[in-house]
């Protein structure tokens, strides 16, 4: 019992200070940006600035970060999966939960490319106004 708490507990504090270390630039960016957009909706209230756009555009951008995603989620799947010749759990073809790492953003940037090009057709025909 003794030698799980030996463990057990430094791995807590070490998660916990990797999360605290993590999320304080993150709180600090996502109140900075929270500050910027109650500015910019007063602003546009009192007719000083233009209100912001909040079209998507053409969706390159939807395609752009599901590119960048899916290689970055691919990269984590060959650089986890020799861990898998390593630790010997049985798992079929050495995956393992460890591949969820990789295998998560691998999907999410499939399906980002996925809605790029299942709206594609549709946001053409809004542009030419033949909808």
Not at 17 to 31: D, K, R
Not at 57 to 66: A, E, M
Not at 67 to 94: H, K, M, Q
């Amino acid at each position: 019992m003794n030698d799980f708490f030996d463990i057990f507990l430094p791995a807590c504090a070490s998660i916990i200070f990797i999360m605290v270390v993590m999320g304080v630039p993150f709180l600090f960016a996502a109140y900075t940006r929270r500050l910027k957009h109650t500015e910019m909706m007063k602003m546009a209230e009192l007719g000083l600035a233009k209100a912001p756009d909040t079209s998507n555009g053409n969706g390159k951008n939807t395609l752009r970060w599901g590119i960048v995603v899916t290689a970055l989620g691919l990269a984590l799947c060959i650089g986890l999966y020799p861990i898998g010749f390593v630790v010997e759990t049985g798992f079929p073809l050495n995956f393992g939960p460890w591949m969820v790492v990789g295998l998560l953003p691998t999907f999410f940037g499939l399906a980002l490319v996925l809605i790029y090009y299942l709206t594609a057709d549709r946001k053409s025909k809004e542009e030419d106004g033949e909808e």
